[in-house]
T-cell receptor
């Protein structure tokens, strides 16, 4: 069964707006929560990641918010740009499964000019 | 960019034929992974390796086998390809367990079509 649930499936945001993608997980053994960005024809690439000992991490326009008690985490893209148009995947992993990532189903983001 | 090469990048084959996809890395990373990506399913783990000759199954391992005889190479084999194995296959590598634990680096993908 899918261990990480992601929403929405698709998102359209105007340039300059805020894009928000949400994920939820069940397994409390997960200890690493990354977000990956994927452009058509390319492999996914790490965007930003967080560990459960912090509630927020910010890198430039990208912020992860993490709620351990609710088992939820989200990606916020501030001042969204057309170049941010891509598919975004949340994921989770733990040490005792070879650090393999369990991915959400992805969110297709379109930022309109 | 992480030194990961997948081959072939594109392949069309017929149902029932064997297929082997190769992942080659130049980073000397311990962990290697094979994922498949399908519309509406995201990326799903097929098999992974945590060292030479050490492998384990992932979420969707049925119909696939893997081998890792050298640190740099991880092979994914479809013994008898089926149409349901039409997909884009991604190899990933990681040096998790050390200081920068967690990040997986992905290859460019191999698109397989089974007719």
């Amino acid at each position: 069964q899918q261990q990480v649930k992601q929403s929405p499936q698709s998102l359209i945001v105007q340039k300059g707006g805020i894009s928000i993608i949400n994920c939820a997980y069940e397994n409390t053994a997960f200890d690493y929560f990354p977000w990956y960005q994927q452009f058509p024809g390319k492999g996914p690439a790490l965007l930003i990641a967080i560990r459960p000992d912090v509630s927020e991490k910010k890198e430039g326009r990208f912020t992860i918010s993490f709620n351990k008690s609710a088992k939820q985490f989200s990606l916020h893209i501030m001042d969204s740009q057309p170049g941010d148009s891509a598919t975004y995947f949340c994921a989770a992993s733990m040490a005792n499964s070879g650090y393999a990532l369990n991915f959400g189903k992805g969110t297709s983001l379109l930022v309109t000019p | 960019d992480a030194g990961i090469t997948q081959s072939p990048r594109h392949k069309v084959t017929e149902t029932g034929t064997p297929v082997t996809l190769r992942c080659h890395q130049t980073e000397n990373h311990r962990y290697m992974y094979w994922y498949r990506q399908d519309p509406g399913h995201g990326l799903r783990l097929i098999h992974y390796s945590y060292g030479v000759k050490d492998t384990d199954k992932g979420e969707v391992s049925d119909g696939y086998s893997v081998s890792r005889s050298k640190t740099e190479d991880f092979l994914l084999t479809l013994e008898s390809a089926t149409s349901s194995q039409t997909s884009v296959y991604f190899c990933a590598i990681s040096e998790s367990g050390l200081v920068d634990a967690g990040e997986l680096f992905f290859g460019e993908g191999s698109r397989l079509t089974v007719l």
